[in-house]
């Protein structure tokens, strides 16, 4: 029997559970004995672990991406929670469901597909549109898309993670066109659905997440134009190409963010807007989310976007504000010169007395 999962745990609960080593680290103490630093995560969330005593034991018995069962205790660090292990051992993995510990989008991945084919099908430019129907006729890539996550910890990072933020993004555009009357629908959806198809091979995700060998060599931008290449439809017009690749390559928007190319047209520019608002409004959101079980108003630090954040629910719902004390004071006169003189004359006579 699995245990409790992640977002069950609570602060100074006693821990006996299963869970996926999504990364481990041996370090050291100040004495020069090690320790163990761990993620260990299910399919509702993650949490930071350490392990203080009784290392050298059992830190080589098991690794990333083993299962382990633990026996421990939870407490608040930095107003994040956290485990601390007494002793630990590997699972097998026969003996464990893997759907209990991969985060999965709560949609249906056939229902989220079947969306994204009906936008395509709505597109009216024919070279787009066929492009993308080549590319998603290939049933691997199509299964791939619907399955990967967009990223391997930041945001949307669960199974079927990436089709979800491409679907919000594809919303996000359709509204943009309706107040932006001069961009180009059909390239700003297609900008939006496949700036990280990448990703299909960029990441590894049948156990935890993380990067293919290809992925670390490349990254998804440069496979996302191979994979362009390979399904471009016979006279696809070169010029439209170009704009499409630039999309891809300038999305992140800024050259120390990843991207060869600051976005230099209309399309571009919002591609990169929408992928930013959207990434990082549901990091907020899966942080407020992780921590809502802590106390006070402010989630612990998310070094993604290097801050804490506010739950105003839990900021509204609380205590009660005291009012300032308002101190009555009578407004100032305004000053005249025969009242400054009289001031000067009081001031005298006062130091006389």
């Given at each position: 029997?699995?245990?409790?999962?992640?977002?069950?745990?609570?602060?100074?609960?006693?821990?006996?559970?299963?869970?996926?080593?999504?990364?481990?680290?041996?370090?050291q103490k100040?004495?020069?004995?090690?320790?163990?630093?761990?993620?260990?995560?299910?399919?509702t969330?993650d949490?930071?672990?350490?392990m203080?005593?009784n290392?050298?034991?059992?830190?080589?018995?098991?690794?990333?991406?083993?299962?382990?069962?633990?026996?421990?205790?939870?407490?608040?660090?930095?107003?994040?929670?956290?485990?601390?292990?007494?002793?630990?051992?590997?699972?097998?993995?026969?003996?464990?469901?893997?759907?209990?510990?991969?985060?999965?989008?709560?949609?249906?991945?056939?229902?989220m597909?079947?969306?994204l084919?009906?936008?395509?099908?709505?597109?009216r430019?024919?070279?787009?549109q066929?492009?993308?129907?080549?590319?998603?006729?290939?049933?691997?890539?199509?299964?791939?898309?619907?399955?990967?996550?967009?990223?391997?910890?930041?945001h949307?990072?669960?199974?079927?993670?990436?089709?979800?933020?491409?679907?919000?993004?594809?919303?996000?555009?359709?509204?943009?066109?309706?107040?932006?009357?001069?961009?180009?629908?059909?390239?700003?959806?297609?900008?939006?659905?496949?700036?990280?198809?990448?990703?299909?091979?960029?990441?590894?995700?049948?156990?935890?997440?993380?990067?293919?060998?290809?992925?670390?060599?490349l990254?998804?931008?440069?496979?996302?134009?191979?994979?362009?290449?390979?399904?471009?439809?016979?006279?696809?017009p070169?010029?439209?190409?170009?704009?499409?690749?630039?999309?891809?390559?300038?999305?992140?928007?800024?050259?120390?963010?990843?991207?060869?190319?600051?976005?230099?047209?209309?399309e571009?520019?919002?591609?990169?807007?929408l992928?930013?608002?959207d990434?990082?409004?549901e990091?907020?959101?899966?942080?407020?989310?992780?921590?809502?079980?802590?106390?006070?108003?402010?989630?612990?630090?998310?070094?993604?976007?290097?801050?804490?954040f506010l739950?105003?629910?839990?900021?509204?719902?609380?205590?009660?504000?005291?009012?300032?004390?308002?101190?009555?004071?009578?407004?100032?006169?305004p000053?005249?010169?025969?009242?400054?003189?009289?001031?000067?004359?009081?001031?005298?006579f006062?130091?006389?007395?």
């Amino acid at each position: 029997m699995k245990g409790p999962a992640v977002n069950e745990l609570a602060p100074g609960q006693s821990v006996q559970s299963i869970f996926l080593v999504h990364s481990k680290d041996v370090r050291q103490k100040k004495t020069g004995e090690p320790y163990l630093s761990l993620v260990l995560m299910d399919r509702t969330g993650d949490i930071d672990a350490k392990m203080w005593d009784n290392v050298p034991g059992v830190m080589e018995t098991f690794d990333r991406d083993d299962f382990i069962r633990v026996k421990g205790e939870t407490q608040l660090y930095q107003n994040r929670m956290q485990l601390t292990v007494y002793s630990l051992q590997r699972v097998q993995d026969a003996d464990v469901s893997l759907a209990d510990f991969l985060p999965a989008s709560q949609r249906d991945p056939d229902e989220m597909l079947a969306e994204l084919r009906g936008i395509i099908a709505s597109m009216r430019n024919p070279h787009l549109q066929a492009l993308l129907e080549a590319i998603f006729a290939d049933q691997a890539t199509a299964t791939a898309f619907k399955t990967a996550p967009a990223a391997k910890a930041i945001h949307h990072a669960w199974l079927g993670g990436l089709i979800e933020h491409v679907l919000s993004l594809c919303t996000l555009a359709r509204f943009m066109v309706t107040h932006y009357p001069n961009l180009d629908e059909d390239l700003l959806l297609t900008g939006v659905i496949l700036h990280d198809i990448g990703k299909v091979s960029e990441l590894c995700y049948a156990r935890s997440f993380g990067y293919t060998t290809e992925g670390g060599l490349l990254g998804h931008m440069q496979i996302a134009l191979r994979l362009i290449g390979e399904k471009l439809p016979a006279g696809f017009p070169p010029k439209l190409r170009n704009l499409l690749e630039h999309m891809i390559l300038s999305h992140h928007g800024q050259l120390e963010y990843g991207s060869p190319k600051l976005p230099v047209f209309p399309e571009a520019l919002l591609l990169h807007h929408l992928d930013n608002l959207d990434s990082k409004m549901e990091t907020m959101r899966a942080s407020l989310d992780r921590d809502k079980a802590t106390p006070g108003d402010w989630t612990g630090y998310n070094a993604a976007l290097e801050r804490s954040f506010l739950d105003k629910r839990k900021y509204l719902n609380g205590p009660a504000l005291k009012p300032s004390p308002v101190k009555s004071t009578a407004p100032p006169k305004p000053a005249t010169v025969m009242g400054e003189k009289m001031k000067a004359l009081q001031g005298l006579f006062s130091e006389e007395a």
